[in-house]
């Protein structure tokens, strides 16, 4: 099967850095993606993994370490809109298309 | 472009009654999947087509359910008959067919059905 851990929530203040931990144990690895959820959308894209390393995109980045099984997402410069579930999810396989997911955390952005 | 669609946004039924849920993918993505999140836990795979093939439906939890994407195009997911257990919210996605090196299947996701079986 597989196993993948986040925190289920985590209280951040306006302007500052919050970084979302997320280890995962699957049966193979071909890319980890983030997800942001707002209450009552759809899951949006926000980043992707495959390789070692930390991809930037904004305020939003991402690292990886494979030999870790860890992941995780940095939020900078927090806005209260940025208050929402964050999905980590994992493709276990080059042609298995269908994602595993965390159980997602809850950021909450305080004033 | 549209993204992908769901349709109901919420499905109230009773036990034992049938419900069917579609979806429109976005518009040149040969990819649909299926997933469902029930209360509390994390979001599971259900089903993926290629087209109009179902590619792989090894999360499908019983016969009690019957996807299907007629045309290749949108899809639907049909429960017959509802069980309480059945009650969450269903979401599906699509993405594009890898063209090119690099290529990363991001799959873009629909508001989801909450589905509530009484």
């Known amino acids: 099967g597989q196993n993948i851990d986040q925190p289920t929530e985590m209280t951040a203040t306006e302007g500052a850095i919050v970084q979302i931990n997320c280890t995962y144990q699957t049966s193979g690895f071909n890319g980890l993606f983030w997800y942001q959820q707002h209450a009552g959308e759809a899951p949006t894209f926000l980043s992707y993994?495959?390789?070692?390393g930390l991809e930037e995109k904004g305020r939003f980045s991402s690292f990886l370490s494979r030999s870790k099984g860890y992941s995780y997402l940095l939020l900078k410069e927090l806005q209260m809109k940025d208050s929402a579930s964050y999905l980590c999810a994992v493709r276990p396989g080059f042609n298995d298309y269908k994602l595993s997911f965390g159980a997602g955390t809850t950021v909450t952005v305080r004033a | 472009e549209a993204g992908v669609t769901q349709f109901p946004s919420h499905s109230v039924i009773e036990k034992g009654q049938t419900v069917t849920l579609r979806c429109d993918p976005i518009s040149g993505h040969d990819n649909l999947y299926w997933y469902r999140r029930v209360m509390g836990k994390e979001i599971k795979f259900l089903l993926h087509f290629v087209k109009e093939s179902k590619q792989d439906e090894s999360g499908m939890p019983n016969n009690r359910f019957l996807a299907e994407r007629t045309g290749g195009t949108y899809s639907t997911l049909k429960v017959q008959p509802a069980e309480l257990e059945d009650s969450g919210v269903y979401f599906c996605a699509s993405s594009q067919e890898p063209t090119r090196a690099g290529w990363s299947d991001i799959q873009y996701f629909g508001a989801g059905t909450r589905l509530s079986v009484l």
């Open positions: 993994n495959v390789l070692d």
